[in-house]
């Protein structure tokens, strides 16, 4: 399983980005499976007097909402993430908002001083707004997901698929001088 990390501030494209990163992923036949870091403290995806939400009541420590459309389990608890990542089984996992983690992440932005805000040593690419006017930053590749998708994927795929994980600079400037950005 290969998982990555998409930070940025408040409407900085995030979930666009990622948004395009499924589609394309999933485009090439790779299961992919995400996780929404949410700040809200109290954010609940139940909704009081429900029947699932007197199961969680009742002391359940795991609630299985099993609709004919959709499965959804509530555990009344926030688990660690990788916990979280041991449920998934997908070739990739998408994180969405956890700025703190350990992998490789990209940052969306829509200015300078927003990617300046989010830069650490796992990130390899840029994207989010700012890929509207921007191509590279401080060696980084800053690639628009909504024009260009199939190149940050591409990007994704040699980041992870690659025995050098070092690539990611090297495979943009090909790219780049190749006229595919």
Known sequence: ????????????????TIEKIVGELLRRSYTVGTVKNIHCPHFAM??????????KKA?????????????????????????????????FVIIEGMRECRYPKIVTARSLEEIEMMLDPTVFSV????????????HLPVINSL?????????????????????????????KENGAV
Not at 79 to 90: A, N, P, R, V, Y
Not at 127 to 138: D, R
Not at 147 to 164: N, Q
Request: proline letters at 2%.
């Open 1 to 16: 399983m290969k998982i990555l990390s998409v930070i940025g501030v408040s409407n900085s494209g995030k979930t666009t």
């Open 46 to 55: 139940d909704v009081e007097g429900t029947d699932t939400d007197r199961h």
């Open 59 to 91: 002391g359940s420590q795991m609630v299985v909402a099993w609709g004919l459309c959709e499965t959804d389990i509530l555990i009344p608890k926030r688990l660690d993430i990788e916990e979280i990542l041991g449920c998934f089984k997908h070739d």
């Open 127 to 138: 994207s989010g707004v700012i890929g509207n006017t921007l191509t590279e930053y401080k």
């Open 147 to 175: 024009t260009k998708a199939e190149l940050l994927v591409d990007l994704i795929e040699r980041k992870f698929l690659s025995p050098i994980s070092s690539v990611t600079y090297d495979v943009y400037a090909e790219e």
